[in-house]
């Protein structure tokens, strides 16, 4: 069985920043796919940022610029580092990982709040 645990959710003021970690525990998986979501209230769950094992990163354009996804897959752990937030980020923040056999794993989720 596969866990994500993810932490540094908080609130902050906007165009301050805040770091998201994300490690997977249980059985040891080679995800091909790791990255993060994020569902505001009254919206559906829109992807972040994403990392594939070969290390191409993509971004919601929303997030181009200001955001910074990293991965390290020895340790099966990803990060999402926010700067200039703004209120409009506000949602609670997702893990996934998904695995060679297209099995999506999701973690708990984190609420970040950013205060105008």
């Known amino acids: 069985q596969v866990q994500l645990v993810e932490s540094g959710g908080g609130l902050v003021q906007a165009g301050g920043s805040l770091r998201l970690s994300c490690a997977a525990s249980?059985?040891?998986?080679?995800?091909?796919?790791m990255g993060w979501y994020r569902q505001a209230p009254g919206n559906q769950r829109e992807l972040v940022a994403g990392?594939?094992?070969?290390?191409?990163?993509n971004y919601a354009d929303s997030v181009k610029g200001r955001f910074a996804i990293s991965r390290d897959s020895a340790k099966n752990t990803v990060d999402l580092q926010m700067n200039s937030l703004k209120p409009e980020d506000t949602a609670v923040y997702y893990c996934?990982?998904?695995?060679?056999?297209?099995?999506?794993?999701w973690g708990q989720g984190t609420q970040v709040t950013v205060s105008s």
């Open positions: 996934k990982a998904t695995d060679k056999f297209v099995t999506a794993y």
């Open positions: 249980g059985n040891r998986i080679s995800f091909i796919f």
């Open positions: 990392i594939i094992s070969g290390g191409t990163a």
